[in-house]
């Protein structure tokens, strides 16, 4: 018997099986393109080991794997910069427009109760700004900053997800 195919994201925590997959989403050069901000060079496996090893051993950091039906499609994360948290999110290429982009951050907002959290998008990144915005997130400010994937200055934004009952939350 053949299981059902459900489309059943779930996150879990990250195990080191997982970074030969994840390293390889990033040598995806249209997914590079859409992220903007990614590392400065997507193919040394040697820098990304070392910022795996880093960020696995930051417990300020919730970093989950993103899986659909069992199978690993990316990652979901949130970590400290500065005195705010911050999100992010990397869904294989593959799988893009299924909605599995929502429901991970959106499980990982129901883990990290923490408000308000930020995030950053380029401006051009519709669907990324979409998936922020359908989990309550708003634009807050701009910035731009070098994007080494496009090898230029990218403009972005900046989404704040308010506490509840704030200004922002009712805009």
Known sequence: MVPAVTNEVLLRPVRDDDLPAFFAHEQDPQANWMAAFGPKDPSDRAAFDAHWARIRADARIVNRAVTVDGRLVGRVAAFPVGEQTEVSYWIDS???????????????????????LHARAAKDNGASLAVLRKCGFVVVGEDSGYAPARGAEVEEYVLELPAEGSDQADR
Do not use: N
Not at 94 to 116: D, F, I, K, N, S
């Open 94 to 116: 593959a799988y893009w427009g299924r909605g599995h982009a929502t429901a991970a951050l959106r499980a990982l907002l129901r883990e990290v109760p923490h408000r308000p």
